[in-house]
């Protein structure tokens, strides 16, 4: 019997993609990159992650393609972990993450870390638009099949859309 529900098996791009990043440790890990952090031990010291979760979320970034190993030395015992270009592609999701924290859980004026620019302004709010770039309220975003998707998932995205056309809906 499986440990775990196998995510990557999903007809659902959120599911795969939860799935590679594994959980919270990965996030902090992809987090403490985008800061500079390269090292295992750094790693370890500023997360206080058990060595051996450290060394199982640094192989699964890296297996999946979100970091990669750079040796250091010529024995490949010593090595750097950095972004990929697809560990780059997941910052806005971070930090959208990271400022629905800042307004729900720590509270507006008790941020913990400012995100910034290279310049130093504070980035704004990460903000749904549209492809002509127009801004999508939270409520007005709805899903439709995508090219991948199966019977199920049409079937599921029906349903759903029913549901969000019937009177008295409230997203």
């Not at 997360?47 to 979100?66: S, Y």
């Not at 971070?94 to 008790?110: C, E, I, K, N, P």
Request: charge should be positive; charged fraction near 20%.
């Amino acid at each position: 019997m499986p440990l775990r529900t196998a995510f990557s098996e999903m007809n659902c791009s959120l599911a795969r993609a939860l799935d590679q990043m594994g959980d919270p440790w990965a996030l902090l890990i992809l987090r403490e990159c985008l800061i500079g952090v390269e090292r295992f031990d750094d790693f370890q010291q500023a997360l206080g992650v058990a060595r051996k979760v450290l060394a199982d979320r640094l192989a699964r970034l890296t297996t999946h393609g979100l970091l990669e190993r750079v040796p250091l030395d010529g024995s490949g015992k010593r090595a750097a972990y950095r972004l990929t270009d697809k560990g780059h592609a997941l910052v806005p999701a971070l930090v959208a993450v990271m400022q629905w924290g800042d307004t729900w859980v720590s509270g507006s004026g008790r941020e913990p870390v400012r995100l910034t620019g290279a310049r130093g302004a504070v980035l704004a709010p990460v903000q749904l638009r549209t492809s002509q770039g127009k801004p999508v309220p939270p409520h007005q975003v709805r899903m439709a099949p995508g090219p991948g998707a199966d019977r199920r998932t049409r079937g599921h995205l029906a349903q759903c859309a029913a549901l969000q056309d019937a009177p008295g809906h409230h997203a």
